[in-house]
């Protein structure tokens, strides 16, 4: 042995180097393919999903998601990680498939890497090659000492995961510490040889375990060099065909997952994205019931789940004990798949999901308030699934009956609390509810150009009527001509949707957007968020709807809400307030400044904010329908979001959402804070702060007292 | 199985404002919304049911004007593979023993093995169970909450005074009055209700059962309905008038000096 040459030359076992390795790389790819194509075939078998608009949007979110990782920051330890992780893989790339084909042409160097650009690009693998092998260090002692609670598999979800992650962990370190000890030892017997050879980068692994052989012989280097790319070959090949099988799988698919990812915030699919509205009566079935009901995106979701426990670790259903993790909803998908399309043997027509992965109580534990969404780094999507669930369920006749008397009367009477329609309209002639005579109804007989969309529980519940007078009295302060749908107004459908009743849903949406367009308005604005949402993305051919934030926020910038100093009320000077984000203002409108902006423009009120706040907003219990429903849970949600707002410090929680007050208002009471903490809607707060227009201040300033007192008895 | 529900139409009181009528005796009916009596529905779930394990045929019918189409329509989307309604004219104002004889009449047209009804009718009286049975001949079980079918015969589990149970024998054909709670029944959406919107349901009249003038409707009706109030209030009975919250403090109150909280 002269000197020391690519692994191409070395002849063992009578095979030469170059016929061995390209067996190897052969065979590996083919086995890559072969398992590809098979976990295609599921997808291939899924619902259609038309996800191929609007590429430049697409690619702008792989720049922010993919390559910019945008979402990892939000867990600070383990995001750097990936971070590192990540960019090391992007960058070992070339050098990957530089080594590998190496094996077979001694003399191979990477196209726009020949020239001065590519000692360079060494040296920073070398680095790269070093950061991820440390990476994967931290990453062990992580899972092994300090063992982050989020990585727990609870028994009834499984075994841990931690032994097949440590293994993949420990496959990747390998691959690091092999293409490194090739480097190395081809270095050092270039060295041995004195001939001219490029440095390897100070301190890099490369350069430590080439300082380590230095002196060794040149038979061992040889061998050692030779070892060192089999290794290399070996558990390349070995990763790139069981990455399918596992979380890994995410290193190939997350690039399509985030490019295919849902564009449209707030909306929930249709049925069946091939069949309009007016044709859904020919579809033979509704929902998700199999998997191969799921539609493609949603399974290839499913591959590309990296198992982080992000979303369940901020799964409000999942913290109170519910019987939900997002996590383990895409994890049991996901082997339910694999074990149903397997790799080897034939594929067989799976079971319904309902009974054998999934339990109903998990799927109706869900209140869609989107947190799981949020977090997900690979915008795996949730809501959609879920609600597939449940139409399902729903086509099933499967309805736990806690929902079926709401439903029902969502169908007949339009509200879920059976109550006559010719009453939703009484709460606005209480002689309270204005002191200018009463909230008219808009016809499209009236002057009124702005509809207050009420929806039902602001319309029938004595509690949350509340907001609607605040709401009357601050639109007329205001000099608006408003007005209401009354008696033609329905449900706005909002959860009807979203808990699967598809059809019953479209008829009210139907009721209702008709009765809008009678009304010959120009605009409408809501104080119920649900409704927002719902009017906003679930309706069609409407004057656009804002939420009552918004329009308060531009009228104190315009000029036109001027509020009294807090300091004017003796009980408010002790008072420090925290306001609570809606999910459906929130996280799926991204209306987060609104709201704080107009407490902010109170004078002299004292606000802090939750440490789980914005984005992170943590789910009061849910709205409409999940009011109705009776989950197996450990505690409230509402008492944990109230128990935050002790802890930051505050006593009077501000939401804008009656069905955010509705439960915080209870779980006041049950976590024992009645009288220490109190809730209020930013109407209310709003109502009793401003300056009113009216030449009777005295007047005026009576209205207010008698408001304050009533929120305040009411509130808490 | 041949399994027939009777079912009945009435006003839902968890989505009305019961009131009275300005005679005094009806209810105001003008905004009601009606649907199927809830122990019924509990029938028909339990019929279908027996029909998943044993299979069969489930037949709904119902006495009533052609309003009544609504809920069998709903029974149909549920599941039951009939809907029948009795109407005639004549049979109006019929009392309870007058519906059992029409339901006679429908039954000895057909053959059926089990005739399951409700406990009761929201608004009835807990009687056309008992008196179809002794009109036709067969036994009859009441407040019935479990069903398992053997050979030839059922046994039935009946609630009895203090929550407890008991399980009959009871040979085929036989008559069951179904208690609510001994199922849950499934959910009928808006989809199964259009897919049954264009089938036909028959209706049959006094002729094609062979009712005869006199033995239904308000002529042959025995009992009749005189006076319809809500109960006055008695001495020892107190209406809260305060807020909820003071409401629900007196009532925390009153329940702790009766020694109802320990």
């Known amino acids: 042995m002269l000197g020391i040459y690519s692994p191409h030359n070395v002849v063992d076992w009578l095979v030469p180097g170059r016929n061995l390795f390209l067996t190897l790389h052969i065979l590996g790819i083919a086995c890559f ?111 092994l000492v300090f063992k982050p609670a989020r990585y727990a598999v609870p028994a009834k979800y499984g075994k841990a995961h931690t032994a097949d992650a440590i293994f993949l962990l420990g496959l990747i370190a390998l691959l690091m510490v092999a293409d490194s000890l090739f480097s190395a030892t081809r270095f050092a017997g270039h060295v041995h040889n004195g001939e001219i050879a490029e440095t390897l980068a100070i301190y890099s692994l490369p350069w430590m375990l080439a300082t380590l052989v230095g002196s060794t012989s040149l038979a061992m280097l040889w061998f050692l060099n030779v070892t060192a790319y089999l290794v290399h070959e070996v558990a390349f090949y070995f990763l790139l065909c069981y990455r399918p099988f596992g979380i890994q799988f995410h290193v190939e698919t997350s690039l399509f997952s985030i490019y295919f990812s849902k564009l449209n915030r707030g909306t929930i699919k249709p049925v069946r994205w091939d069949v309009p509205d007016e044709h859904l009566d020919q579809v033979k079935s509704f929902g998700v019931k199999t998997c191969e009901d799921f539609t493609w995106k949603h399974i290839l979701d499913f591959y590309s789940c990296a198992d982080c426990g992000r979303c369940a670790d901020n799964c409000p259903a999942n913290s109170v004990g519910r019987p939900l993790a997002p996590r383990f909803l895409t994890i049991k998908a996901r082997d339910w798949v694999f074990q149903h399309y397997p790799v080897f043997g034939k594929a067989n027509n799976s079971k319904p999901l309902i009974g054998n992965i999934y339990s109903e109580d998990e799927i109706w534990s869900c209140t869609t308030c989107g947190a799981c969404e949020e977090e997900c780094p690979l915008l795996v999507e ?335 | 199985m041949e399994i027939m529900v009777c079912a009945r139409r009435v006003p839902d009181t968890s989505e009305n404002e019961i009131e009275l009528s300005a005679a005094g005796n009806d209810i105001e009916r003008d905004e009601l919304v009606y649907s199927v009596n809830e122990a019924d529905n509990y029938a028909v779930e339990e019929a279908l049911q027996i029909r998943g394990r044993i299979g069969g045929n489930v037949t709904v019918v119902t006495v009533d004007n052609e309003e009544g189409e609504e809920i069998l329509r709903r029974q149909l989307a549920m599941g039951a593979n009939q809907a029948v309604l009795l109407s005639d004219e004549s049979f109006e104002g019929s009392d309870g023993k007058g519906i059992a004889t029409i339901l006679k009449a429908f039954v000895d047209k057909g053959h059926y093995d089990l005739i399951l009804t409700g406990v009761q009718a929201d608004d009835g009286a807990a009687q056309v169970g008992g008196m179809l049975a002794a009109m036709l001949d067969y036994p009859f079980a009441s407040l019935v909450n479990s069903i398992t079918v053997e050979d030839g015969k059922l046994k039935v589990s009946r609630e009895i005074e203090g929550g407890n149970r008991e399980i009959n024998e009871i040979d085929l054909p036989c008559v069951l009055s179904i208690q609510t709670g001994i199922n849950e029944p499934r959910y009928v959406g808006m989809r199964g209700i259009r897919q049954v919107a264009s089938v036909t349901i028959p209706t049959l009249g006094a002729s094609d059962l062979g009712v005869s003038q006199g033995s239904a409707g308000k002529s042959a009706a025995k009992v009749k309905r005189v006076d319809y109030f809500v109960p006055g209030l008695s001495k020892c009975a107190e209406i809260l008038k305060g807020s909820r919250e003071d409401n629900a403090q007196k009532i925390l109150e009153l329940v702790e000096a009766k020694g109802g909280l320990n």
């Not at chain 1, 599921?42 to 390559?67: H, T, Y």
Request: net charge positive.
């Open chain 1, 382 to 716: 949730y809501i959609d699934k879920i609600v597939d669930l449940r139409r399902g369920m729903i086509d099933d006749g499967n309805v736990p009956q806690s929902l079926q008397k709401p439903l029902k009367a969502l169908e007949s009477r339009g509200n879920p609390y059976g109550k006559m329609e010719k009453k939703r309209g009484d709460w606005a002639k209480s002689p309270e509810a204005l002191k200018h005579g009463t909230i008219p109804v808009c016809d499209g007989k009236n002057q009124a150009d702005t509809l207050y969309f009420v929806d039902s529980i602001t319309s029938y519940d004595d509690r949350m009527q509340s907001i609607g007078r605040a709401t009357a009295r601050i639109l007329s302060n205001l000099g608006m001509k408003f007005g209401i749908l009354g008696a033609a107004e329905k449900d706005s459908g909002h959860e009807v949707r979203r808990f699967g009743e598809e059809l019953l849903f479209q008829a009210l949406r139907d009721q209702n957007t008709d009765a809008i367009k009678a009304s010959g308005v120009q605009r409408i604005v809501t104080t119920d968020p649900h409704a927002y949402n719902a009017l906003k993305h679930d309706y069609k051919d409407i004057p656009p709807v804002e939420h009552i934030s918004q329009l308060l926020v531009r009228e104190a910038r315009a000029g036109n809400l001027h509020f009294n100093s807090v300091e004017q009320w003796l009980e408010d000077r002790s008072r420090v307030y925290t306001y609570h984000d809606p999910c459906y203002l929130g996280r799926h409108n991204q209306v987060y400044d609104d709201p704080r902006d107009v407490l902010d423009s109170i004078p002299g009120l004292h606000r802090v904010e939750m440490q789980r706040s914005r984005d992170r907003s943590f789910c009061c219990g849910g709205g409409g329908l999940a009011l109705f429903y009776e989950p197996k849970e450990e505690q409230r949600m509402g008492v944990v979001r109230v128990r935050m707002a002790a802890e930051a410090g505050a006593n009077v929680i501000v939401t804008a959402c009656p069905f955010c007050m509705v439960n915080i208002e209870d779980a006041i009471k049950v976590a024992g804070l009645d009288g220490k903490m109190s809730v209020m809607d930013l109407t209310e707060l709003v109502d009793q702060h401003m300056v009113r227009g009216s030449s009777d201040k005295a007047a005026q300033k009576l209205a207010e007292k008698t408001q304050e007192l009533e929120t305040v008895t009411s509130g808490g």
């Open chain 1, 33 to 143: 393919f072969y398992i590809v194509s098979m976990r295609i075939v599921p997808l291939l078998r899924a619902q259609r999903d038309p996800r191929f608009d609007r590429p430049l949007e697409r690619l702008g979110r792989v720049l922010k998601f993919w390559l910019g990782q945008w979402k990892h920051p939000r867990y600070r330890l383990a995001g750097t990680l990936h971070i590192l992780i990540f960019a090391g893989f992007i960058l070992l790339a070339a050098r990957a498939f530089t080594v590998l084909i190496l094996g077979v042409n001694e003399n191979f160097v990477m196209p726009g890497l020949s020239g001065r650009i590519g000692p360079i690009y060494e040296r920073l693998t070398d680095y790269a090659a070093t950061v991820v092998f440390l990476c994967m260090v931290v990453a062990v002692v992580r899972r």
